[in-house]
């Protein structure tokens, strides 16, 4: 084995057998290289010939690994560092991740692929195209299509074919980190109104520690209840199946309610008269109540099936008719094949054999620097209280479904045994950080005097309008929407408005805070001429050309993501320095879920939300709140119920 003892740089990267070590795939070859000079090595481990001995090259590296001085440079290096510490080793050193990087400068790039950010640097991935055609026909999967389900198996590509591979990815990560060091003072640091801030730098630093965190996190995994999974699955596919003959006795015929065309045939049949997509793409991307229209001509001819367009659908008809009951069958039938598809059978699916499912979260694919999830997408189930449209669809009918199957799926992830779930939320984190960047003396005041202040209520008061309504109003503000969208969601919520009562609202909001108005003027202002907009922690999210009303939306919600980023690495340490029994099981948006004994949980919870909430980025106070479910995430109830509620056991038993 070669000495690499002295060296402080070094670049690794695995080859493996498939992508989930969870599911007992394992490393079948490590190429490792120096920097300077430019030395590669591959040391095959579990080819079918040609191997090194597997124990003694797994103790080399862990002397390598255990090195707290050397930096490591790799390209998407939280699956390597999966896969190594199934093998039982942990690099305790720096890390430097290509990709993660790159999105940093770049929040704006479709690929972070290896082969895509060199390409721009003239590298040539001479073995890449030799690779993909012997996986391709020895086991007939394209590496290139990314298909799900299909992970091509390094180990039985030849030892030649894949080392030279491996060691070309060598070359082009270091490369690209060569290229990197050229962009370190693109941007300023940014003037935080005498709050700290980062330089690019800092939060390249923070980004790189993250990554070892999510890899913990994803590796540790959340218990699923497979027999709950099972039952709700089953019981599902029967109400689909219910649903499905409900609308083919309403069409007159059978169809499959998949299919768009055929759906829109058996709607006509139904009686019903079908809505568009608009046209107009700025209206189709802007503002989602505008995305449908009855005029075919100026429509794209496609039947629009969204959730506005069936809330649209439902209100042209009575609800004694029958494309009001189609509507409806399919509305409850769409919801439950999602479900099914996107957690049900994907829970299932990708479990391991003990249950546990370990769903990976992304640093590099939201533009504005929010964490993102997939296999499965954990950021996109409900909240207890459902989605958006889910609630404006059961104020129309009247009705709170609190029986909805999306609803039901945090009831599937439950605490290990023995364990409980503890889960920390931040308290209308946006807003803080909106009324923050505007400076709203007034807000800022209200809050510093008592934090728990509710700022719907205020902006109730401010307005004169009802809460729901108010709340809409708040969050249509932030998120770039003007007065026609404001009016499509109000009268989409059953308070009919015009647009012009709707920019009398607004304008009544901006009177009282005419800090918040100043401040959409000037991040749209500065979109438009830089062409960009830099949050207090350093990063800079790429505002498109002519969308310059998603500027105070990307950089609020800029801002909360890094806010979050910043404190998994922060806790993370806390936890690891004072040897706390705790686990990071999972971050979605606003909430971090733990695990941990309930002994331990009486201790350690208030100390995680009063970190949680400190913030040297922002002035205005930070709120969390604590919640502790005992049998599974759905259930967990405030952090005082539970504890009075642990108290009265305690004594009784």
Not at 73 to 79: A, P, R, S, W
Not at 87 to 100: A, F, P, Y
Request: glycine fraction near 6%.
């Amino acid at each position: 084995m070669p000495d690499l003892t002295k060296e402080k740089w070094l670049l690794v990267d695995t080859e493996t057998s498939g992508f989930s070590s969870q599911h007992g795939e394992r490393i079948c070859g490590v190429a490792i290289g120096t920097r300077s000079p430019v030395v590669n090595y591959y040391l095959p481990l579990r080819h079918d010939t040609d191997n090194l001995p597997l124990e003694p090259v797994l103790e080399w590296l862990h002397v390598l690994f255990c090195d707290p001085s050397k930096i490591w440079i790799g390209h998407n290096l939280k699956f390597d560092l999966k896969m190594f510490k199934a093998e039982g080793l942990e690099i305790k050193g720096r890390i430097i991740d290509t990709m993660v990087c790159m999105h940093v400068f770049n929040s704006s790039l479709y690929d972070y692929s290896l082969d895509a950010l060199t390409s721009p640097l003239d590298f040539k991935h001479e073995h890449y195209g030799r690779v993909r055609d012997y996986i391709m026909r020895t086991q007939q999967i394209d590496i290139a299509s990314k298909a799900k389900g299909k992970f091509p198996n390094y180990s039985l590509v030849p030892v030649d074919l894949l080392g030279a591979y491996a060691m070309e990815d060598l070359t082009a990560t270091r490369l690209l980190s060569e290229d990197i060091n050229k962009h370190q003072a693109i941007y300023p640091k940014p003037d935080n109104h005498g709050c700290g801030s980062w330089s690019t730098t800092d939060l390249i630093t923070n980004e790189m520690d993250l990554i070892k965190v999510i890899a913990d996190m994803e590796f540790k995994g959340v218990q699923i209840d497979i027999p709950r999974c099972c039952e709700l699955r089953d019981k599902t596919l029967g109400e689909m199946e219910l649903l499905e003959q409900e609308m083919a006795a309403l069409a007159g015929h059978s169809f499959n309610p998949n299919a768009w065309g055929d759906r829109e045939k058996a709607f006509v049949a139904a009686g019903g008269e079908v809505l568009f997509w608009n046209k107009k793409p700025e209206q189709r991307g802007k503002q989602k109540l505008a995305q449908f229209t009855e005029d075919k001509a100026n429509s794209t001819g496609r039947a629009n099936w969204n959730a506005q367009a069936l809330l649209g659908y439902l209100k042209r008809y009575p609800r004694d008719s029958k494309p009001f009951k189609f509507i409806y069958a399919y509305k409850q039938y769409s919801l439950r094949a999602y479900v099914m598809a996107n957690y049900l059978e994907a829970f299932l699916r990708m479990v391991d054999f003990d249950g546990v499912l370990h769903a990976q979260f992304h640093q590099h694919r939201v533009v504005t620097g929010r964490l993102s999830s997939s296999d499965p997408n954990l950021q996109n189930q409900a909240k207890k209280g459902g989605t958006a449209e889910q609630k404006d669809m059961e104020r129309f009918l009247g009705i709170k479904d609190e029986e909805a199957i999306n609803r039901k799926i945090r009831g599937l992830i439950v605490p290990r045994k023995g364990k409980v779930l503890v889960s920390i939320d931040w308290s209308q984190i946006e807003y803080r950080v909106a009324v923050f960047y505007s400076q709203d003396e007034r807000m800022i005041g209200m809050w510093q005097a008592d934090p728990k202040i509710d700022y719907h209520t205020q902006t109730q008061e401010d307005t004169g309008l009802e809460r729901d309504p108010s709340k809409t109003i708040n969050f249509m503000v932030l998120y770039g929407g003007g007065a026609a969208g404001l009016a499509a969601s109000l009268s989409g919520m059953g308070k009919p408005t015009t647009k012009q009562e709707a920019q009398q609202f607004l304008g009544r909001l901006f009177e009282a805070r005419p800090a918040l108005k100043a401040l959409i003027s000037d991040v749209s202002e500065q979109a438009m001429r830089t062409g960009y907009v830099q949050n207090c922690l350093g990063r800079v999210c790429l505002v498109p050309q002519g969308k310059s009303y998603v500027a105070l939306n990307y950089l609020v919600q800029g801002t909360v993501g890094d806010m979050m980023r910043e404190f998994l690495v922060r806790i993370k340490k806390i936890i690891k320095e004072n040897n706390w029994p705790i686990d990071i099981l999972l971050t979605v948006h606003d909430e971090v879920v733990f695990e941990m004994l309930p002994e331990d949980a009486e201790i350690y919870a208030p100390l995680l939300a009063a970190e949680m909430c400190k913030c040297k980025f922002i002035s205005v106070p930070v709120l969390a709140d604590i919640e502790v479910g005992e049998t599974s995430w759905a259930d967990a109830v405030p952090f005082e119920d539970w504890i009075e509620k642990r108290k009265q056991r305690l004594q009784a038993a």
